[in-house]
């Protein structure tokens, strides 16, 4: 964990900041650096947002919250090659699911292209940029390396006028892409790469989703940046610790330019997750290779994948505040996301019974016809959930992996001879298995005693196990996917093809599982726990003839464990 002390409540630091940026936000307002805070949450739309994106969106959103200030939602629209609408409304979504609302304060990059080019001629003027006629590798080869001072582009020193003209022209689009760019005037010899003359415009006659034809300059992101959070106000300007070296660049620009406000960068480590990659670019390519349906399937650590695997928004808000906000890089282990999961699907999710892998149940002393009705509790962790009417017949399903013709020690499921509990109905007893031609075993003769009604004996005698079970006249059939992770191993490779260190057994799919009838008809999105199975959630694949079930989480907390034994 990233924050030493996982487990303490946040209620023990209600005065006490949570971390370091809440340090910084609250010293500034004490002290009336700032009257108000103000952040932003500022996504490139090229694609879909992901889990570390929920981890910085609930960071800004959530010191704007708390410190009753606002927090922007801008999008950072400087490249129109690799951006798309689609991108823009699904951001929108996720973020307001995850339960943010930027109110009046929908911005974007583009907005301030006139602006942000006026400031520009301001910087030509002052000779602080010019126009260079180098191509991209002679600028990388210029620049220098991480040892070597770079090298001053023949163009540095061409006339403020001269320059000033190329940009005029460079914008009516008089040149071909890549021939020419604007660069800030800093220091070639500069420690910090970053300073070496950045990159501020580079031409590329490409239709905007929102300016269209209007512009075939384009400003980078280090331009565009810190100068937006300026126009808007941005108070603290807070993103990944990657950026930490462009600060000085950030600063530059803003102490170099007569924008309307100050506002100051802070970096924190970004969101690593075990079993997976949290990279747009990475998620593109399982996309646009078809290794997933999707930006949104459910193995996808996507917010739109995780929400339609079933994550509560809850879930992943709690978990960003288990995390915590530090400097320093870690990995966090999935199984805390699972956790943070399984801790909201407790509380809230109904019971219900669901057989995977049918096997069929006759109970020989059960009288034909009859049908018993038992209430059985909604969710013991929470009484007003009430009960729902389950049905007993005699003829039912249990789980195939509940049987065991010939059992190991340590099962404790029904066997040849052994009695179990049929969750809150009777003790059944196993009398005979019969097998079909291959010897597989096809159904389970039983016997029930009639006086352990309810699930309990009045002689107190308690069978080891309790399964779950559906009525065979009763029953409603469905789909059921199970996941696993989208790498098996923890550490998916960062050097050579990620993609060949894919799980190939992420999804299972089993068709013909038997639920009770009270899941019959839910609409997706639903979450439910599959009695001993885990938490399920209906998959929008789902028709009235063919309910879809994704499997959210198990109910096995190996985080907990994990957690009990480190402490
Ligand atoms: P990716 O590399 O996945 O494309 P990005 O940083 O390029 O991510 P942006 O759209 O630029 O994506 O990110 C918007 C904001 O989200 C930035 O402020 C960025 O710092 C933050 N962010 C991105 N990834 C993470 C992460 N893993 N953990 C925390 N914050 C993140
Ligand atoms: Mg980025």
């Known amino acids: 964990m990233t924050n030493g002390k996982p487990d303490e409540p946040a209620a023990a630091a209600a005065d006490e ?3 370091f940026i809440r340090e910084i936000v609250a010293a500034d307002l004490a002290s009336g650096r700032h009257a108000s805070v103000v952040t932003r949450f500022p996504p490139e739309p090229n694609g879909y947002l992901h889990i570390g994106h929920a981890k910085s969106i609930c960071l800004n959103f959530g010191v704007a919250r708390e410190f009753g200030g606002r927090c922007n939602l801008r999008f950072d629209d400087t ?6 609408q689609e991108y823009i409304d699904a951001i929108e979504a996720d973020v307001r699911w995850l339960g943010f609302d930027w109110g009046e304060h929908l911005h974007h990059a583009s907005d301030y292209f006139e602006q942000l080019y006026q400031w520009a001629v301001v910087l030509v003027k002052a000779a602080k940029a010019y126009v260079d006629d180098l191509t991209a590798d002679q600028i990388r080869e210029y620049r220098g390396t991480l040892t070597e001072p770079g090298r001053n582009s023949p163009w540095r020193d061409r006339s403020v006028e001269e320059s000033l003209d190329l940009l005029e022209r460079m914008r009516r689009g008089e040149f071909p892409d890549g021939s020419r760019v604007l660069r800030a005037r800093i220091d070639m010899a500069s420690g910090n790469i970053n300073l070496r003359d950045p990159v501020m415009y580079r031409i590329l006659h490409a239709t905007h989703p929102r300016t269209g034809a209007a512009w075939c300059l384009y400003p980078t992101y280090d331009y565009a940046h810190g100068q937006s959070d300026a126009i808007e106000g941005v108070t603290h300007s807070i993103c990944t610790l990657e950026f930490e070296d462009h600060r000085p660049l950030y600063d530059w620009f803003l102490e170099n330019l007569p924008v309307p406000s100050r506002p100051r960068q802070y970096e924190f480590a970004r969101l690593n997750l075990t079993h997976t990659v949290l990279s747009k670019r990475f998620l ?3 996309v646009s290779e078809g290794r997933v349906r999707g930006w949104d399937d459910p193995r996808m650590p996507s917010i739109s994948g995780l929400r339609r695997r079933g994550f509560p928004p809850e879930a992943l808000r709690d978990f960003a505040e288990m995390i915590g906000v530090a400097k320093r890089e870690s990995v966090i282990d999935y199984a805390a996301l699972e956790h943070c999961v399984r801790d909201v699907l ?4 109904l019971r219900r019974m669901a057989v995977l892998r049918p096997l069929r149940v006759v109970i020989t002393n059960y009288p034909e016809g009859q049908v018993e009705r038992f209430d059985v509790a909604n969710n013991p962790e929470d009484e007003s959930a009430g009960t729902r009417p389950v049905s007993f017949s005699r003829e039912l399903w249990i789980e195939r992996e509940d049987f065991m013709e010939d059992p190991p020690k340590k099962f404790y499921r029904l066997a040849p001879g052994r009695e179990v509990r049929l969750r809150s109905a009777y003790f059944v007893t196993c009398q005979e298995a019969l097998k079909d031609a291959q010897g597989q075993v096809v159904e389970l003769r039983c016997t029930y005693d009639p006086a352990t009604r309810g699930g309990s004996a009045p ?15 009763h029953a409603t059939a469905g789909e059921v996917r199970l996941y696993d992770h989208l790498f098996a191993r923890p550490d998916p490779r960062l050097d050579g093809d990620q993609l060949d260190d894919l799980n190939p057994r992420s999804e299972e799919t089993l068709s013909g599982c038997l639920l009770e009838p009270a899941l019959a008809n839910q609409p997706p999105g639903t979450r439910v726990q599959f009695e001993r199975l885990g938490y399920f959630c209906v998959d929008p694949d789902s028709t009235p003839e063919r309910p879809v079930w994704n499997r959210i989480v198990t ?3 190996t985080w907990s ?3 009990t034994r480190l402490s």
């Open 284 to 286: 593109l390519r399982l």
């Open 555 to 557: 109910l096995r907390d």
């Open 561 to 563: 464990k994990l957690r």
């Open 459 to 473: 002689d107190g005698r308690s069978p080891k196990a309790t399964l779950h079970w559906v009525s065979a006249a």
């Open 17 to 19: 900041p949570r971390d």
């Open 346 to 349: 407790n509380r809230t999710a």
């Open 79 to 84: 490249n129109p090659t690799k951006e798309e």
